[in-house]
Nanobody, 119 residues
């Protein structure tokens, strides 16, 4: 059974950086494209970025220049690197597969990891 788990969230101050990780298990023999979304309280889910199985990335314009995505060292892992965080980045961040852009139809997603940015 495929499972998706995010980690790395927490409470940070404005201007700080954070790295979120996504691990997909139960997927022997597969190499997924992976996407990151976020949802702030009272708002709709927002695409953040995605990465293909070969490492090609697609970052949303709203976070381009501050957020990047990379594949992890282990198969089916992907890291979301957040820099210059501000209060508006506060949200629960979700990893979804397979997904590389905001038009994807993910089959699996994790419970999310909460990022809270304080002033």
């Amino acid at each position: 059974q495929v499972q998706v788990v995010e980690s790395g969230g927490g409470l940070v101050q404005a201007g700080d950086s954070l790295t979120l990780s996504c691990v997909v298990s139960g997927s022997a023999g597969s190499r997924y494209s992976m996407g990151w979304f976020r949802q702030a309280p009272g708002k709709q889910r927002e695409f953040v970025g995605g990465i293909t199985s070969s490492g090609i990335t697609n970052i949303a314009d709203s976070v381009k220049g501050r957020f990047t995505i990379s594949r992890g060292n282990a198969e089916n892992t992907a890291d979301l690197h957040l820099t210059s965080l501000f209060v508006g980045d506060t949200a629960r961040y979700y990893c979804e597969i397979p997904c590389t852009d905001d038009r994807c139809l993910p089959t699996y997603w994790g419970p999310g990891t909460l990022v809270t940015v304080s002033t």
